[in-house]
């Protein structure tokens, strides 16, 4: 009688699974966009540090040659894995742990990674310890590179202050919350060494003069979002990725729990991978590769933010137009331009319809955990035409800032794409 053979184990399943607790602890802590995708970036850097040590199905996808860390001395101790796979994915939550304020609440999911391992036979009691201070080292040395990249020095940088004129960026209703990360364009890039490459095109400047490039997308803005149908609802609503909802009861502000513009596009990479049935180093590659390209173009468009410091349709519509209009979703605290999602979206795009191919359908079930439908989408390209288009339907980005926002986040996906493809 022949023994069973052992089922084989869906690493991109795993994979997607730890890495959501990660992004649970960031809604915890209401990470800003930039911030989340920072800690996206050295969380899967470590998993792709170790799944790439150890040399399985990685002879042609190196990442980090093509970042300012081609250089850069790891210094991993010397090991022969098991498990290659749980190591990395347990450097993963360590880095989420070290890297977030509410990190501690990792330390439950680093258990249950290892009550994993050894229920499905993945490794051997005795083999945990050995891979736990493995993944344990490169989490640290991750670490030490992230403590290096600015984010420390923010803290002691000028503080902004919203400018005095027509046209610029001012806290928007219902909150009022202060601008969020206006120095975030200090934070060292993987892949981009001149930021002012990769600024986008000129936006319209203010002026309410009727029939002037900038009057006609505000009224169009205006016009939108008071003729929305059921479709252009939902499709605001899927994209909305805003951690900064609040809601008001009486006199009680309440967060709404919502994921950030990276983590719904790290979300749309699991699915991807799973479908796609990747093995554990294809799965390590792609994450980590998509969670820096949103690293990057999260510096790249926080700059063009406060470097143009323009308006919100919310608050010159208010103030010109109509003072009892709303947009159908909660402004974010910062300035218009360019759009977020538009640029991160469009890179995020660029890199997976490198990788996947250009037809490569899925169904988005990012958001469920959230509340909201599944939704199929027939390529990458199209899902980041719809998260763009999205802000205009909700009523928070003017069309210059969705479209030149969508041709800065290809020409930054491209550039990292042709990179790493060398």
């Known amino acids: 009688m022949s023994l069973a053979k052992p089922k084989p184990v869906n690493w991109p399943k795993h994979y997607s699974e ?35 040590e150890s040399g399985k199905g990685f002879e042609n996808s190196d990442i980090l040659g093509q970042t300012y860390l081609t250089d850069y001395n790891w210094d991993l101790p010397d090991s022969e894995l098991s498990s290659s796979e749980f190591a990395a994915i ?54 030490a590179v992230a403590k290096k990249d600015g984010y420390l020095q923010l803290s002691a940088l000028t503080r902004y202050t919203p400018q005095k004129g027509e046209g610029f960026w001012y806290p928007t209703p219902p909150a009022y919350i202060a601008a969020i990360e206006p120095e975030w364009q200090t934070i060292r890039p993987f892949f981009i060494k001149d930021l002012e490459a990769y600024a986008p095109a000129p936006m319209a400047l203010f002026d309410m003069t009727e029939g002037s490039p900038f009057h006609n997308q505000l009224m169009e803005v205006y016009t939108t979002t008071n003729e929305l149908n059921d479709e252009r609802k939902l499709i605001a609503n899927f994209w909305d990725c805003n951690p900064f909802k609040v809601k008001f009861s009486g006199h009680m502000a309440i967060g709404v729990k919502k994921i950030s513009p990276g983590g719904h596009w790290m979300g749309i990479t699991g699915i991807a991978t799973q479908k796609a049935k990747l093995s554990f180093a294809e799965t390590s590659y792609i994450h980590a590769l998509v969670a820096m390209t949103l690293h990057d173009a999260f510096i790249s468009c926080w700059k063009a933010k406060y470097d143009t410091d323009r308006i919100r349709p919310e608050t010159v519509i208010n103030q010109k137009v109509d003072q009892r209009w709303r947009p159908l979703l909660q402004t974010p605290p910062f300035p218009e331009y360019t759009s977020g999602h538009s640029v991160i979206s469009r890179a995020s795009a660029v890199i997976l319809t490198g990788y996947f191919g250009d037809n490569f359908d899925f169904i988005d079930s990012s958001e469920t955990y959230f509340g909201l439908p599944e939704r199929p989408f027939p390529s990458f390209l199209y899902a980041s035409e719809e998260a763009a288009i999205s802000r205009l339907y909700g009523g928070i980005h003017f069309r210059d800032a969705i479209e030149n926002g969508l041709a800065q986040g290809e020409k930054i996906g491209d550039m990292i794409w042709t990179k790493v493809n060398k």
């Open 18 to 52: 730890q890495l959501f607790h990660i992004t649970e602890v960031m809604v915890t802590d209401v990470a800003s966009p930039p911030v989340a995708a920072r800690i996206y970036a050295y969380s899967n850097l470590a998993a792709y540090l170790i799944a790439k």
């Open 90 to 143: 347990y450097a993963m939550l360590k880095v989420g742990e070290s890297i977030m304020p509410s990190g501690y609440l990792l330390k439950e999911r680093q258990q249950e990674w290892i009550d994993i391992a050894i229920k499905g036979k993945i490794l051997s009691k005795k083999e945990i310890q050995m891979h736990v201070a493995y993944a344990e080292s490169v989490a640290a040395s991750v670490m």
